[in-house]
């Protein structure tokens, strides 16, 4: 009997090009062969596009705002998604991570750049994900402030 396949919902907190859009379709499209893979998106752009040409399905939530909460909760309980991947440290990724933390349902959150100056109500919401990515050792640097770094995997 084989197991079944982790779900995996990942958050874009845009779908316009741009370097992390472009990273977040070249995660998913690598990972669907070995996951069940979608995407929650704020609105319908480009990145909509690439994933469905890929098979990939995909969520639209209207602005991913903090009264959507409810809503990204519902979604995860009813697609029964295993763990939730925000792209970005986007105060949507932080809302959805909220409605993950009520699933409850593990959070990774992936950091793409250096946050010297995060604000710290958002850096106050980092010590909650489950774990943290960073695309770099002075990224990971720059969050040891907020959260761990040995649950900082770069």
Request: include cysteine.
């Amino acid at each position: 009997m084989t197991k079944p396949r982790a779900r995996i919902l990942f958050v874009a907190h845009t779908t316009r090009i741009g370097g992390a859009t472009n990273s977040l379709f070249l995660l998913v499209r690598h990972l669907k062969n070995q996951y069940d893979v979608a995407v929650l998106v704020p609105e319908e752009g480009i990145l909509c596009e690439w994933l469905a040409t890929e098979g990939v399905p995909y969520f639209v939530l209207p602005g991913l705002r903090a009264n959507t909460l409810l809503q990204v909760f519902q979604l995860i309980r009813r697609e029964r998604f295993d763990l939730v991947y925000g792209n970005n440290p986007s105060r949507r990724a932080r809302n959805v991570m909220l409605a993950a933390k009520m699933a409850p349902v593990p959070f990774i959150w992936h950091f793409r750049g250096v946050m010297w100056g995060l604000d710290w109500r958002l850096g106050l919401f980092v010590r909650f994900a489950d774990a943290v990515v960073a695309v770099s050792q002075a990224t990971a640097e720059s969050l040891n402030r907020f959260y761990p770094s040995q649950k900082i995997h770069v």
